[in-house]
Protein backbone atom coordinates (compact mmCIF):
# COMPACT_ATOMS: atom_id res chain seq x y z
CA UNK A 1 0.00 0.00 0.00
CA UNK A 2 2.86 2.43 0.52
CA UNK A 3 4.24 1.59 -2.48
CA UNK A 4 1.17 2.13 -4.39
CA UNK A 5 1.01 5.55 -2.79
CA UNK A 6 4.44 6.18 -3.32
CA UNK A 7 4.21 5.64 -7.35
CA UNK A 8 1.17 7.92 -7.55
CA UNK A 9 2.80 10.85 -5.78
CA UNK A 10 5.51 10.38 -8.22
CA UNK A 11 3.30 10.30 -11.21
CA UNK A 12 1.26 13.28 -9.71
CA UNK A 13 4.82 15.21 -8.76
CA UNK A 14 5.48 14.65 -12.23
CA UNK A 15 2.60 15.66 -14.07
CA UNK A 16 3.21 18.94 -11.74
CA UNK A 17 6.48 19.13 -13.03
CA UNK A 18 5.55 18.67 -16.26
CA UNK A 19 3.17 21.27 -16.40
CA UNK A 20 6.00 24.11 -14.65
CA UNK A 21 8.01 22.82 -17.61
CA UNK A 22 5.79 23.63 -20.52
CA UNK A 23 4.71 26.75 -19.55
CA UNK A 24 7.70 28.71 -20.48
CA UNK A 25 6.66 28.93 -23.99
CA UNK A 26 2.99 29.76 -23.00
CA UNK A 27 4.35 32.22 -20.82
CA UNK A 28 6.62 33.71 -23.65
CA UNK A 29 3.57 34.21 -26.18
CA UNK A 30 1.40 35.47 -23.69
CA UNK A 31 4.18 38.70 -22.54
CA UNK A 32 4.31 39.44 -26.07
CA UNK A 33 0.89 41.05 -25.77
CA UNK A 34 0.37 42.10 -22.38
CA UNK A 35 2.65 43.46 -20.12
CA UNK A 36 4.77 41.31 -17.60
CA UNK A 37 3.91 42.54 -14.38
CA UNK A 38 0.61 42.87 -15.52
CA UNK A 39 0.19 38.69 -16.40
CA UNK A 40 2.02 37.99 -13.55
CA UNK A 41 -0.56 40.42 -11.25
CA UNK A 42 -3.37 38.25 -12.95
CA UNK A 43 -2.17 35.10 -12.71
CA UNK A 44 -1.29 35.02 -9.22
CA UNK A 45 -4.27 36.73 -7.80
CA UNK A 46 -6.57 34.35 -9.84
CA UNK A 47 -4.42 31.69 -8.51
CA UNK A 48 -4.24 32.95 -4.78
CA UNK A 49 -7.93 33.20 -4.31
CA UNK A 50 -8.23 29.52 -5.60
CA UNK A 51 -5.89 28.85 -3.20
CA UNK A 52 -8.09 31.16 -0.81
CA UNK A 53 -10.87 29.60 -1.08
CA UNK A 54 -10.79 26.58 0.82
CA UNK A 55 -8.82 28.20 3.28
CA UNK A 56 -11.36 30.83 4.19
CA UNK A 57 -14.16 27.33 4.59
CA UNK A 58 -11.68 25.29 7.05
CA UNK A 59 -12.30 27.25 10.52
CA UNK A 60 -9.20 25.74 11.55
CA UNK A 61 -7.10 26.91 8.54
CA UNK A 62 -9.21 30.18 8.71
CA UNK A 63 -8.69 30.77 12.42
CA UNK A 64 -4.25 30.47 11.12
CA UNK A 65 -5.28 34.02 8.73
CA UNK A 66 -5.78 35.47 12.39
CA UNK A 67 -2.05 34.94 12.79
CA UNK A 68 0.46 38.22 12.41
CA UNK A 69 3.05 35.86 11.86
CA UNK A 70 1.77 33.73 9.04
CA UNK A 71 1.02 36.62 6.54
CA UNK A 72 4.88 37.69 7.77
CA UNK A 73 6.54 34.36 6.99
CA UNK A 74 4.18 34.27 4.07
CA UNK A 75 4.71 37.38 2.71
CA UNK A 76 8.91 36.94 3.23
CA UNK A 77 8.85 33.60 0.76
CA UNK A 78 6.44 35.89 -1.52
CA UNK A 79 8.85 38.25 -2.18
CA UNK A 80 11.44 35.63 -2.88
CA UNK A 81 8.73 34.00 -5.44
CA UNK A 82 7.94 37.46 -6.75
CA UNK A 83 11.32 38.39 -6.95
CA UNK A 84 12.19 35.03 -9.36
CA UNK A 85 9.12 34.76 -11.33
CA UNK A 86 9.67 38.49 -12.37
CA UNK A 87 13.02 37.63 -13.22
CA UNK A 88 12.53 35.03 -15.40
CA UNK A 89 9.22 35.77 -17.04
CA UNK A 90 11.50 39.08 -18.16
CA UNK A 91 14.23 37.16 -18.85
CA UNK A 92 11.29 35.10 -21.48
CA UNK A 93 11.56 38.66 -23.49
CA UNK A 94 15.16 38.21 -24.42
CA UNK A 95 15.86 34.16 -23.93
CA UNK A 96 14.71 31.20 -25.48
CA UNK A 97 11.98 28.85 -23.33
CA UNK A 98 14.79 26.21 -23.73
CA UNK A 99 17.68 28.76 -22.38
CA UNK A 100 15.05 29.26 -19.51
CA UNK A 101 13.98 26.28 -18.57
CA UNK A 102 17.57 25.14 -17.87
CA UNK A 103 19.13 27.63 -16.33
CA UNK A 104 16.28 28.07 -14.02
CA UNK A 105 16.73 24.45 -13.24
CA UNK A 106 20.13 25.37 -11.67
CA UNK A 107 17.71 26.72 -8.33
CA UNK A 108 18.41 22.72 -7.55
CA UNK A 109 21.89 22.56 -7.20
CA UNK A 110 21.82 25.91 -6.26
CA UNK A 111 19.83 25.00 -2.86
CA UNK A 112 22.43 22.78 -0.52
CA UNK A 113 25.08 26.28 -0.99
CA UNK A 114 22.41 28.68 0.35
CA UNK A 115 21.61 26.52 2.96
CA UNK A 116 25.21 26.59 3.91
CA UNK A 117 25.17 30.57 3.84
CA UNK A 118 21.53 31.00 5.60
CA UNK A 119 21.16 27.87 7.82
CA UNK A 120 24.55 26.90 8.27
CA UNK A 121 23.89 23.49 7.10
CA UNK A 122 26.77 21.32 6.14
CA UNK A 123 26.85 20.68 2.08
CA UNK A 124 27.96 17.05 1.09
CA UNK A 125 30.41 16.69 -1.42
CA UNK A 126 28.34 15.42 -4.20
CA UNK A 127 26.65 18.30 -4.19
CA UNK A 128 29.21 20.45 -4.97
CA UNK A 129 30.39 18.52 -7.70
CA UNK A 130 27.48 18.60 -8.78
CA UNK A 131 27.38 22.56 -8.81
CA UNK A 132 30.87 22.64 -10.95
CA UNK A 133 29.17 19.78 -13.49
CA UNK A 134 26.07 22.60 -13.90
CA UNK A 135 28.25 25.39 -14.31
CA UNK A 136 30.13 23.89 -16.68
CA UNK A 137 27.21 23.18 -18.49
CA UNK A 138 25.68 26.43 -18.27
CA UNK A 139 28.95 27.74 -20.15
CA UNK A 140 28.41 25.57 -23.07
CA UNK A 141 24.69 26.11 -22.94
CA UNK A 142 25.49 29.76 -23.37
CA UNK A 143 27.73 29.49 -26.33
CA UNK A 144 25.32 28.30 -28.97
CA UNK A 145 24.17 29.72 -31.82
CA UNK A 146 21.53 32.41 -29.94
CA UNK A 147 24.57 34.83 -29.36
CA UNK A 148 26.30 33.56 -26.36
CA UNK A 149 25.14 34.58 -23.03
CA UNK A 150 22.44 37.70 -23.17
CA UNK A 151 20.43 40.20 -20.79
CA UNK A 152 17.52 37.19 -20.47
CA UNK A 153 20.34 34.73 -19.38
CA UNK A 154 21.41 36.61 -16.88
CA UNK A 155 18.16 37.46 -15.59
CA UNK A 156 17.27 33.90 -15.46
CA UNK A 157 20.16 32.93 -13.75
CA UNK A 158 19.56 35.69 -10.92
CA UNK A 159 15.48 33.73 -11.23
CA UNK A 160 17.68 30.66 -10.20
CA UNK A 161 19.24 32.25 -7.24
CA UNK A 162 15.69 33.68 -6.32
CA UNK A 163 13.97 30.69 -6.47
CA UNK A 164 17.06 28.82 -4.58
CA UNK A 165 16.71 31.23 -1.54
CA UNK A 166 12.77 30.88 -1.46
CA UNK A 167 13.15 27.20 -1.20
CA UNK A 168 15.68 27.07 1.87
CA UNK A 169 13.01 29.64 3.56
CA UNK A 170 10.42 27.33 2.71
CA UNK A 171 11.93 24.80 4.48
CA UNK A 172 12.25 26.98 7.32
CA UNK A 173 8.62 27.93 7.65
CA UNK A 174 6.35 25.37 6.24
CA UNK A 175 7.12 23.14 9.13
CA UNK A 176 5.17 26.22 11.42
CA UNK A 177 2.29 26.62 9.89
CA UNK A 178 -0.81 24.20 7.42
CA UNK A 179 0.54 24.26 3.75
CA UNK A 180 -2.74 26.05 2.36
CA UNK A 181 -2.68 29.10 4.04
CA UNK A 182 0.90 29.58 4.14
CA UNK A 183 1.03 28.87 0.00
CA UNK A 184 -2.18 31.14 -0.54
CA UNK A 185 -0.83 33.88 1.07
CA UNK A 186 2.90 33.19 -0.61
CA UNK A 187 0.92 33.29 -3.82
CA UNK A 188 -1.66 36.43 -3.34
CA UNK A 189 1.48 38.28 -2.26
CA UNK A 190 3.25 37.68 -5.46
CA UNK A 191 0.05 39.10 -6.81
CA UNK A 192 -0.66 42.18 -5.01
CA UNK A 193 3.55 42.90 -5.59
CA UNK A 194 2.74 42.85 -9.35
CA UNK A 195 -0.21 45.21 -9.60
CA UNK A 196 1.80 47.37 -7.32
CA UNK A 197 4.85 47.63 -10.04
CA UNK A 198 1.88 47.83 -12.69
CA UNK A 199 0.35 50.44 -11.29
CA UNK A 200 4.03 52.23 -10.41
CA UNK A 201 4.55 51.92 -14.38
CA UNK A 202 1.65 53.34 -15.03
CA UNK A 203 0.62 50.55 -17.37
CA UNK A 204 -3.03 52.35 -19.45
CA UNK A 205 -6.43 50.36 -18.24
CA UNK A 206 -7.36 50.72 -21.82
CA UNK A 207 -4.74 48.69 -23.12
CA UNK A 208 -5.08 45.91 -20.99
CA UNK A 209 -8.40 45.45 -21.26
CA UNK A 210 -8.27 45.25 -25.26
CA UNK A 211 -5.10 42.95 -24.96
CA UNK A 212 -6.27 40.55 -22.13
CA UNK A 213 -9.36 39.39 -24.54
CA UNK A 214 -6.62 38.06 -26.68
CA UNK A 215 -7.09 34.09 -27.03
CA UNK A 216 -2.93 33.90 -26.32
CA UNK A 217 -3.26 35.96 -23.35
CA UNK A 218 -6.66 34.06 -22.05
CA UNK A 219 -4.98 30.64 -22.76
CA UNK A 220 -1.82 31.32 -20.74
CA UNK A 221 -4.03 33.17 -17.80
CA UNK A 222 -6.08 29.47 -17.80
CA UNK A 223 -3.01 27.29 -17.87
CA UNK A 224 -0.84 29.20 -16.02
CA UNK A 225 -3.59 30.67 -12.98
CA UNK A 226 -5.20 27.55 -12.63
CA UNK A 227 -2.69 24.42 -13.80
CA UNK A 228 0.56 25.49 -13.32
CA UNK A 229 -0.17 27.89 -9.56
CA UNK A 230 -3.41 26.67 -7.86
CA UNK A 231 -3.72 22.61 -8.99
CA UNK A 232 0.28 22.62 -9.28
CA UNK A 233 1.15 23.93 -5.57
CA UNK A 234 -2.31 22.03 -4.29
CA UNK A 235 -0.91 18.41 -5.60
CA UNK A 236 2.47 19.04 -4.35
CA UNK A 237 1.20 19.56 -0.92
CA UNK A 238 -1.12 16.94 -0.75
CA UNK A 239 0.98 14.04 -2.73
CA UNK A 240 4.72 15.21 -1.53
CA UNK A 241 4.14 13.56 1.79
CA UNK A 242 3.96 10.15 0.27
CA UNK A 243 8.07 10.68 -0.91
CA UNK A 244 10.76 11.43 0.17
CA UNK A 245 12.80 15.32 -0.54
CA UNK A 246 15.40 13.32 -2.14
CA UNK A 247 13.21 11.89 -4.65
CA UNK A 248 10.71 14.83 -5.32
CA UNK A 249 13.95 16.89 -6.21
CA UNK A 250 14.88 14.51 -8.44
CA UNK A 251 11.47 14.51 -10.44
CA UNK A 252 11.44 18.54 -10.00
CA UNK A 253 14.46 18.30 -11.95
CA UNK A 254 13.18 17.02 -15.30
CA UNK A 255 11.23 20.80 -15.29
CA UNK A 256 14.18 21.78 -17.71
CA UNK A 257 13.44 18.39 -19.77
CA UNK A 258 10.23 19.53 -20.63
CA UNK A 259 10.88 23.20 -21.24
CA UNK A 260 12.99 22.12 -23.92
CA UNK A 261 10.60 19.56 -25.11
CA UNK A 262 8.11 21.82 -25.28
CA UNK A 263 10.21 25.00 -26.80
CA UNK A 264 11.46 21.77 -29.87
CA UNK A 265 7.88 20.94 -30.37
CA UNK A 266 5.94 24.01 -30.34
CA UNK A 267 8.08 26.61 -31.36
CA UNK A 268 10.44 24.37 -33.48
CA UNK A 269 13.44 25.99 -31.38
CA UNK A 270 16.53 24.48 -32.72
CA UNK A 271 19.57 24.13 -30.32
CA UNK A 272 22.86 23.37 -31.40
CA UNK A 273 24.87 20.59 -30.15
CA UNK A 274 27.05 22.61 -27.66
CA UNK A 275 23.86 23.43 -26.29
CA UNK A 276 22.42 19.88 -26.17
CA UNK A 277 25.72 19.14 -24.31
CA UNK A 278 25.87 22.03 -21.83
CA UNK A 279 21.95 21.14 -21.27
CA UNK A 280 22.84 17.18 -20.67
CA UNK A 281 25.42 18.53 -17.46
CA UNK A 282 23.24 20.57 -16.48
CA UNK A 283 20.39 17.93 -15.84
CA UNK A 284 23.74 15.47 -14.78
CA UNK A 285 24.68 18.10 -12.44
CA UNK A 286 21.43 17.62 -10.60
CA UNK A 287 21.37 14.32 -10.22
CA UNK A 288 25.22 14.20 -9.07
CA UNK A 289 23.93 16.21 -6.32
CA UNK A 290 20.38 15.06 -5.27
CA UNK A 291 21.71 11.23 -5.62
CA UNK A 292 24.55 12.40 -4.14
CA UNK A 293 23.17 13.42 -1.45
CA UNK A 294 20.42 10.36 -0.91
CA UNK A 295 23.26 8.28 -0.42
CA UNK A 296 24.19 9.85 2.87
CA UNK A 297 20.71 10.82 4.53
CA UNK A 298 18.38 8.36 6.08
CA UNK A 299 14.87 9.56 4.52
CA UNK A 300 11.94 7.71 5.47
CA UNK A 301 8.18 7.61 3.46
CA UNK A 302 5.71 7.99 5.52
CA UNK A 303 2.65 5.53 5.53
Known amino acids: MILHKRYLA ?60 LWL ?53 AAWLGVAIATGGLFLLSQSKTGGINLGDVLTLLCAITF ?17 PLAAVQILTVGVLSILVTAFTRTPVGALQRELLTPTVLFALAITSLLATSVAYFAQMAFQKFTTPTRTALIFATEPVFAALASYLWTSDRLTM ?15 AELGGAAHSDESVPS
Not at 164 to 180: D, F, R, S
Request: charged content about 10%.
Open 10 to 69: DVALLAVTFVWGTTFVIVQDAIQVLPVFAFLALRFCIGGLILLTPVVSVPALRAQLRQRS
Open 73 to 125: SGGFLGLWLFAGYALQTIGLLYTTPAKSGFITGLSVVLVPLFALLILKKRTSR
Open 164 to 180: AVQIVYVGEYAPKYAAL
Open 274 to 288: SAWVGCALILSGMLV
